[in-house]
Nanobody, 112 residues
Framework: QVQLVESGGGLVQPGGHLTLSCTASSTLFNYISMGWYRQPPGKQRELVARISALDGSKNYGPSVKDRFTISKDDAKNTLYLQMSNLRPEDTAVYYC?????WGQGTQVIVSS
């Protein structure tokens, strides 16, 4: 069993930035990719970004491309999401995903 713990969420003004972290309780192995998803209020969960364990390639949801950057530090068992130029529509609970495991989520609110 792997536990994923997200952190770094909070309240930020439009145009601001935040960095989310997701730390796993054990060494990550034999996986194809890890990713971030989000669930805006009253909406379904959607892909934000994923990163390949094989070659480090990344793919992003269309609404965050060029504003968000996903990265990982295998030595620290940690996944990151750097978010810049945040918009009110980025308001959501952000979740980390690894295989069938999900974190508890971290709330991001973008508001003036």
């Amino acid at each position: 069993q792997v536990q994923l713990v997200e952190s770094g969420g909070g309240l930020v003004q439009p145009g601001g930035h935040l960095t989310l972290s997701c730390t796993a309780s054990s060494t990550l192995f034999n996986y194809i990719s890890m990713g971030w998803y989000r669930q805006p209020p009253g909406k379904q969960r959607e892909l934000v970004a994923r990163i390949s364990a094989l070659d480090g390639s990344k793919n992003y949801g269309p609404s965050v491309k060029d504003r968000f950057t996903i990265s990982k530090d295998d030595a620290k068992n940690t996944l990151y999401l750097q978010m810049s130029n945040l918009r009110p529509e980025d308001t959501a609970v952000y979740y980390c995903n690894y295989k069938d495991f999900w974190g508890q989520g971290t709330q991001v609110i973008v508001s003036s």
